[in-house]
């Protein structure tokens, strides 16, 4: 349904911890910033997308494998990946009110402001001219709109050289030359901007010191790319082949907010695919292609989903993209996919003093493969998911529900089994069906309230299916099967119960469609 975003976003953070999905983390001692603890619900959910994303990569590809690499890694790593001297973010402190900015973000926004006065434009126009409305047209002649188009383009030139020579001053030139306040008080006195590096980094061991410095790693990257020759010799690989992974990655994030948007540790689900030099493009575009699809399957509006091509190449890319999603804050980036060229491989070649490259019979000699890198955030697909599931219906008889339509092969429960009343064997028959079903869903039995506020707490949680144990089950052993959704009820044998819900909640249906 359509609500204000940023209402939404406050219904969903509030709605994921009243149902144990997500709670802030060591919440007793008031919480720790922008860390997050999934909760009974939320684990469930979680383990079925991350499913999702391993089965499309390491079961539906047969030159796709997966690894489950160390969160800690020889330090050496990150001087060769270029996390050491260059994982930063510029960062700048308002004077007035003290809180510290992403200078590089500031910009940004200021830039998203021009680009909403554009689509206002647009809006306005498109009523004026009715159905004779050409947007592009339109775009390409308004006077206004080419004036606002061009300030975009010289603000973002400009922070791209300054981003790409680590202009520091010339960011703050920028800040000041825009007038950009800070969004909370309204300031302008900013000072200096900073580089801050965001890995963490902790101690080896019981010696303190700097020869004993480890880092959480920043990205799950880099246990693929020091894997790569054990993964291709033992999995007798041949390129084009495929490493992915799933596990935790930790930043020092300077601004985290947004709920599980943003976070300091935070899970990433990606995957390095390995292809002959000169290649690289072409893998890149099919990637590309690839992931949209897998995110459409998903049923969360293809008119959510958007590609944003990046105009400052990080230092290791020939090509890069997000895959960004509507979220209730906007258009946010959800998943990266890079062309890495050979930067990584060779940085470790020269690094370790160990040959990382494959021969290719074909060719007759070895090379040093390029990398198409996706790199998906679990947690940010998990609050896309929520936020796209949020309902709030009005039923038939005035009544409010609110449910979470997740796509039954990812809902944390599958079934409730529900006796009408708690008394003539009915909850005796409930159990008899739960333990015939456990062994295939998850599934729960409710026995307290009356019928509908406990349908209310299954919608809430997402509960696809709810199995009504009534008078008539001890006669003919048919149950209701109530769909979530529709709320439609039909009769079933119990004997059919696990084939109908085998069907319902296959996660092949999503597969299908990749
Ligand atoms: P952003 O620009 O939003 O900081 P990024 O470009 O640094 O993200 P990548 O390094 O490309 O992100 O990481 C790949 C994916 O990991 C992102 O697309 C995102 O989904 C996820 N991710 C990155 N940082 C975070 C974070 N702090 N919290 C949650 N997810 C994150």
Redesign the pocket.
């Known amino acids: 349904m359509s609500q204000p975003e940023d209402n939404l976003l406050k219904k969903v953070i509030a709605h994921c911890k009243e149902y144990g999905y997500v709670f802030p983390s060591s919440e007793i001692y008031d919480g720790l910033s922008a860390t997050y603890d999934y909760g009974q619900y939320g684990v469930e959910l979680k383990n079925h997308l991350k499913h999702y994303w391993w089965e499309s990569m390491v079961r539906m590809n047969e030159n796709i494998v997966g690894i489950d690499a160390a969160i800690f890694m020889h330090p050496t790593t990150w001087k060769a990946s270029g996390h050491v001297d260059a994982f930063n973010d510029p960062l700048i402190d308002n004077k007035d009110s003290k809180k510290r900015y992403r200078a590089d973000q500031l910009i940004e926004e200021y830039v998203a402001k021009i680009e909403n006065k554009i689509n206002k434009e647009e809006t306005k126009a498109a009523k004026r001219f009715g159905d004779a409305f050409d947007a592009e047209q339109f775009r390409a002649t308004n006077p206004r709109v080419l004036k606002y188009q061009e300030q975009i383009d010289t603000i973002n030139q400009r922070l791209k050289e300054a981003i790409e020579q680590g202009d520091l001053e010339g960011l703050k030139a920028l800040i000041e030359e825009l007038g950009i306040a800070d969004p909370v008080s309204g300031s302008r006195n900013w000072t200096d901007v900073r580089q801050f590096n965001l890995m963490f980094a902790t101690e080896l061991g019981s010696l303190a010191g700097d020869s004993n410095k480890i880092f959480l790693r920043p ?1 799950t990257a880099q246990g693929i790319f020091v894997n790569f020759l054990n993964v291709q010799k033992t999995g007798r690989m041949r390129i084009p082949f495929g490493i992915a992974q799933i596990g935790k990655a930790f ?1 020092n ?1 300077i601004i985290a907010r947004q709920f599980i ?3 300091r540790e ?1 899970e ?1 689900m990606e995957m390095q695919f390995f292809v002959k030099p000169g290649e690289e493009l072409d893998w890149y575009q099919a990637w590309k292609e690839k992931r949209m699809k897998w995110h459409r399957a998903l049923g969360l509006g293809g008119e959510n989903y958007r590609f944003h091509d990046h105009l400052n190449l990080a230092h290791y890319a020939n090509a890069a993209c ?1 895959i960004e999603y509507k979220f209730p804050m906007g258009f946010k ?4 996919i890079h062309s890495r060229t050979d930067f990584d491989l060779k940085a470790h070649e020269q690094y370790s003093g160990k040959k990382l490259q494959f021969f290719d019979p074909a060719e007759d000699k070895s090379y040093v493969p390029y990398v198409i890198e996706t ?3 679990l ?2 697909l998990f609050l896309a998911m929520l936020c796209h599931a949020y309902t709030e219906e009005t039923l038939d008889d005035g009544s409010q529900r609110v449910v979470l339509k997740i796509p039954a092969p990812l809902a944390p429960v599958k079934a409730a089994i529900l006796p009408l009343v708690n008394k003539d064997g009915l909850p005796e028959k409930a159990q008899e069906v739960f333990d015939q079903l456990k062994y295939h869903f998850l599934c729960q039995i409710d026995f307290k309230d009356a019928i509908g506020r406990r349908y209310r707490r299954q919608d809430a949680i997402g509960t696809p299916f709810g199995i009504t144990i009534d008078h008539q089950t001890m006669e003919d052993d048919t149950v209701t099967l109530r769909d979530r959704d529709s709320m439609k009820q039909e009769r079933v044998p119990v004997h059919s119960l696990v084939e109908t819900l085998r069907e319902k909640c296959a996660l092949q249906s999503l597969l299908q469609q990749l």
């Not at 980036?333 to 990266?336: A, H, K, N, Q």
Request: glycine share 12%; no cysteine.
């Open positions: 990205e930043r994030e948007f943003r976070m935070f990433q997000d980036e959800l998943e990266g790199s998906i955030g947690d940010r």
